[in-house]
């Protein structure tokens, strides 16, 4: 017999990508527009854990069975709540996530996938891994439905300092709370291989050093090697390039 939480869970997944109506019981129609978003989220393959099969292709009678097998998210109140997305853009997002990711999960191999697709000319699997432990804020190797909701939030919707803050901790690469030379260098590495090589005109070689050396006379106000987040704020919202790609976000979605 389900458990009250395993109906609740499975009422909060259906609401959540509008497949249910949970007044009368019935599976709603799905629309068929397409938005930016799905066609970007069909990119999305599935995690499976230690499986080549997908959710659809098992063979699964017992709810008790799919409720370990699925990953269902939080309800969709709660995520309202959490970023600053509609209840419909939510659903949206979601439907798109879970046709392709039935597990509601994605591991590391498959964002690396995603971005690949995005610079086929390019190699970048360095930015990507960066870019997905930035994701991973429970760091348990899996990127899942509310991972990507709140991320994507801050990343559209954010305020200045809501944006910079997630920055930083992306170029924070060990979490310490401060930026070294080290892994700055990284980063504009990773970029650098993702996309410098095939730009027009195409960046120098030496061009990530310059940037790092760059980043670091303007940023490292005390000149000890690192920066910190209060040095960070403070310049990037000093910096009129910095702010205005900041508010270029607004308009992504």
């Known amino acids: ?7 609740q869970s499975l009422s909060d997944s259906r609401e959540l990508d509008r497949s249910y109506d949970p ?6 129609s799905k629309p068929n527009k397409k938005t930016i978003k799905q066609r970007f989220l069909k990119l999305l393959p599935c995690y499976h854990s230690g499986s080549s099969l997908s959710v659809d292709q098992r063979s699964i009678t017992d709810e008790g069975e799919l409720s370990t ?4 998210p939080e309800g969709l109140d709660s995520l309202v709540q959490q970023t600053k997305f509609s209840k419909k853009e939510l659903q949206v997002l979601y439907r798109g996530f879970k046709n392709e990711c039935p597990s509601g999960v994605v591991n590391e191999d498959a964002f690396k996938s995603i971005y690949s697709k995005f610079f086929p000319q390019g190699d970048s699997s360095m930015y990507a891994h960066f870019l997905f432990e930035a994701f991973d804020t429970t760091d348990n190797g899996l990127v899942s439905f509310e991972d990507f909701a709140v991320s994507l939030s801050i990343i559209l919707r954010g305020s200045i300092t809501d944006k910079l803050n997630w ?17 700055m260098t990284d980063i504009m590495q990773s970029i650098y291989n993702m996309m410098g090589k095939h730009t027009y005109p195409s960046m120098r070689v030496s061009a990530p050093k310059e940037h790092v050396d760059c980043f670091f006379q303007k940023m490292d106000k005390n000149k000890d090697g690192v920066v910190t987040i209060e040095e960070f704020l403070e310049t990037c919202q000093k910096d009129e390039n910095i702010m205005h790609s900041m508010h270029l976000f607004h308009n992504v979605i």
């Open 1 to 7: 017999m389900k458990s009250r939480s395993q109906d």
């Open 23 to 28: 007044l009368t019981g019935n599976h709603l």
């Open 69 to 72: 097998v699925c990953y269902r």
């Open 167 to 183: 920055a930083f901790n992306l170029y924070d690469l060990n979490k310490d709370g401060c930026i070294t030379k080290e892994e």
